[in-house]
């Protein structure tokens, strides 16, 4: 299983971005998808969440600007990001609850794509 995150990038503040999580390899479905971030010189934090049926959670640092889905294929993540700030820079990556058969659900984690918001 690999997670392929995508869509990063260099932005001026109040811009938008959409990142995208892909994930493939022998895999039944994706339970939930969740992002998180890393700025520099800090620790990866949470920062959104969808639940296989569709609930969503945010950390009060991008509630109201970011929004995380799932795609029609179902083994897609996004996350769509408004009004981007300069403390957004960070690298930004994605984890997925995956089923395989016959197997419990694993975690998954991406690679991380870079964000950087310039003022």
């Known amino acids: 299983v690999q997670l392929q995150a995508s869509g990063g990038g260099l932005v001026q503040a109040g811009e938008s971005l959409r990142l995208s999580c892909a994930a493939s390899?022998?895999?039944?479905?994706?339970?939930?998808w969740a992002w998180y971030r890393q700025g520099p010189g800090q620790q990866r934090l949470w920062i959104a969440s969808?639940?296989?049926?569709?609930?969503?959670n945010y950390a009060d640092s991008v509630e109201g600007r970011f929004t995380i889905s799932r795609g029609n294929a179902k083994n897609t993540g996004y996350l769509q990001m408004n009004d981007l700030k300069p403390d957004d820079t960070a690298v930004y990556y994605c984890k997925a609850m995956v089923v395989r058969l016959g197997r419990p659900a694993v975690y998954y984690w991406g690679q991380g794509t870079l964000v950087t918001v310039s003022s």
């Open positions: 390899g022998s895999i039944l479905h994706v339970n939930g």
């Open positions: 969808i639940t296989s049926g569709g609930a969503t």
